[in-house]
Every structure is written in structure tokens, then in C-alpha cells.
């Protein structure tokens, strides 16, 4: 199992109560009769009102996962954020370049971890499918290497508006819901390359096999006691309209670190411009230039490359963060030489240069 995390960093709070501020009820629940005409009061509003006027105050991690996964209200759960009609852009919908890049980490593992016969790879909260997208074309490319593998797909997706769009882009169909009561998942169907691919609601759901995981902007939407994130691309206060806006939080990679508990070994974080250089983008990026006569892919390319680099923009702002099995770095040449003072380059592509071997 090999896990690849790509989030924004920064601490995460420690408070352990921290509850939403009385303040805020002085303010909306003074009467629980607010006109029907203030768009203020959403229907996750109302259900937040009458939860805290029935158990008292809420920590600041529960407000997060109630407005954000809620199962009738959630903002996850029936709508599309994502794009330039949404709250907020990611980097698979800036640069197809992206998801490229990670299609080849995946293989680069693969390889050097012995070229097992089959493995899942199992993304946990996959957007619009976009990313998947862009990592499967790498893997019909390079079909060759992989022919005597078989790959089956697994998402992770609470949203049932985010698995429909996911099903059209990865499927180019709409895939009925499972009705099997026997089986973990919700949908199944099959890719436009013909691979199986499954949703599931929960981790736990799926199938315990030989898999490589991705967690592209997830665990920064998970409930934390600190957030804040967006709405119409920009930031929002996170006391009002709740279950309209994103929620997201800066990721604590020590954290998450000292969760694994030493049953892993961890890499990372390294700034995403740093991944991204190691992974070969500026080749990728001049490869694509060449073939292109039109001028505006050309300059919708420049432009999503500096947005995936500049260190004002992504470049630093977001990082990479990988949990491998010991024995992918044991005897590695990341190990400290006696002779030397700093470890050797990481032998994992992204952490160190890209070496096919």
C-alpha cells in the first residue's frame, strides 16, 4: 500500500472544545422566526439552529462536517464547486499536466515496488473525476507496460452529485446505482479504457487488496477546530449561509505523520513546485508546446503551468506527502552514507528525480 497526499500546509489547531461562538447565536437564534426572504437563513441554518437549541454548543468540528457532509444539507453532497462557475479551481481542472505527472508516479511505484500482478487505485474524494481522467489516458499511453496488469478503479465519494459527474467523465454514461444489498459499493461500471471501476461511501468499503491511494485536497476538508477556505473564489465568512461555501483547513503533515505511528515510512512534505520539477513538468510542458499550432492552447498551457509553479501562486502553497510500506525505502539510497553529512536523494520519484529503471 502506498499513499499519495497533495494539500495545503500549515498547523492545524490544537484546541480540543473550541465551539461555535454565542456570539453568533445572539445574532441568528434570538427568535428561530427569521423571515423566509433572508437568504441568510439556509435549510443547514435552521438544522444547526434547532440542533444547538436542543444538545448546546457544537466543537468546531462538528460545524465542519455537518455543513460540509451532511446527507440531506451537506454543500458536498448535491452540488458542483468545482471550476470557474464553482467556489474554487483545483490543479487537475488548471493543467492536464498534473494528473499526467501523478499517472507517472503511480507507474514509477509500481515498477519499483516488483510489478505486482493486479493493484486498486483508490482516490478518496475525487472531484469531478478530472484527475482520475488525466492518470487513466497516462495508463492507455503506456498500456505496453502495464498490459499484464489488471487495474480496477475504487472512489471514495460521499456526494451523489460529484459521483454522477464522475461516472460521465470517467464512463461517458450514467451508471445506475448498485441495488446488490450484498455489495460496498454504491456504483460500478467501467472506464472508457475498460477498467472496472466501484464508489463507495466509505473507506472501509473498499476492498482490502494491493492498492495505491490518493488523497488530492482531501484531508483538508476534513473536520478540524480551524478553517475557513471559499465561496465564489473567494473567502467567506464561516458563520454565514452555512452549507453553501467550501470549508477547508491548512493540513498538519507532522500530524499525520505521528498518526501512522512508525507503521509506515513517511516522505514529504516538499512544496508541489519542487514535486512537479522532480517529476519532469518543464519536459512535459515544452512536448506539448511543440505538438500545439493553436495559439490559444499554447497559452492556456503557459498559463496553467505558472499557476501550478509560481511560488506566489501553487508552487509553495501546496504540498506532496507520501506513506510507503518500509520495505520500499529499506537499504535505499535514501539512507544516511556514513561518509556523508545529508541523506541521499529519496529513490521515490517526486521526492527525488525520476529514474526509470
Request: some cysteine.
Amino acid at each position: 500500500m502506498s499513499v499519495l497526499a497533495r494539500a495545503g500546509a500549515g498547523p492545524l489547531s490544537a484546541a480540543a472544545r473550541a465551539v461555535v461562538p454565542w456570539l453568533w447565536r445572539g445574532k441568528y437564534f434570538s427568535s428561530g422566526k427569521e423571515p423566509a426572504e433572508n437568504s441568510l437563513v439556509t435549510p443547514m441554518l435552521r438544522h444547526l439552529m434547532y440542533k444547538i437549541k436542543s444538545t448546546g454548543p457544537i466543537t468546531v468540528a462538528e460545524y465542519m462536517r455537518e455543513v460540509l457532509t451532511n446527507p440531506a444539507k451537506g454543500y458536498y453532497v448535491y452540488r458542483d464547486m468545482l471550476g470557474e462557475k464553482g467556489d474554487f479551481i483545483t490543479s487537475p481542472e488548471i493543467s492536464q499536466i498534473f494528473g499526467e505527472l501523478l499517472g507517472i508516479w503511480f507507474i514509477s511505484e509500481w515498477m519499483a515496488t516488483g510489478k505486482s500482478a493486479a493493484f486498486q487505485l483508490v482516490e478518496l474524494g475525487p472531484g469531478r473525476g478530472t484527475l482520475a481522467g488525466d492518470i487513466l489516458r497516462v495508463f492507455s499511453q503506456l498500456g505496453s507496460v502495464l498490459k499484464n496488469c489488471d487495474i480496477s478503479i475504487h472512489l471514495v465519494e460521499v456526494s451523489q452529485k460529484l459521483s454522477e459527474i464522475q461516472a460521465l467523465t470517467l464512463a461517458e454514461e450514467k451508471i445506475p446505482l448498485e441495488r446488490n444489498a450484498g455489495s460496498p459499493a454504491y456504483m460500478k461500471g467501467v472506464t472508457k479504457s475498460g477498467i472496472p471501476i466501484s464508489w463507495y461511501r466509505d473507506l472501509q468499503d473498499v476492498p482490502k487488496e494491493y492498492s495505491f491511494y490518493l488523497a488530492h485536497e482531501f484531508f483538508d476538508v476534513l473536520p478540524v477546530h480551524k478553517f475557513q477556505g471559499f465561496c465564489g473564489h473567494k473567502l467567506h465568512d464561516v458563520l454565514i449561509a452555512p452549507g453553501t461555501a467550501d470549508l477547508t483547513a491548512d493540513v498538519d503533515f507532522s500530524y499525520l505523520r505521528r498518526m501512522a505511528q512508525g507503521k509506515v515510512a513517511s516522505l514529504g512534505p516538499v512544496q508541489q513546485q519542487t514535486f512537479l520539477k522532480n517529476m519532469g513538468i518543464d519536459v512535459r510542458l515544452k512536448v506539448l508546446l511543440d505538438k500545439s499550432d493553436d495559439p490559444s492552447m499554447r497559452q492556456q498551457l503557459l498559463q496553467g503551468y505558472d499557476m501550478l509553479m509560481n511560488p506566489k501562486k501553487m508552487g509553495e502553497r501546496f504540498n506532496f506527502f507520501a506513506l510507503l510500506p518500509h520495505q520500499r525505502l529499506h537499504g535505499g539510497s535514501h539512507q544516511m552514507n556514513a561518509r556523508q553529512s545529508k541523506p541521499s536523494p529519496s529513490p521515490v520519484a517526486g521526492f527525488g528525480e525520476l529514474v526509470w529503471r
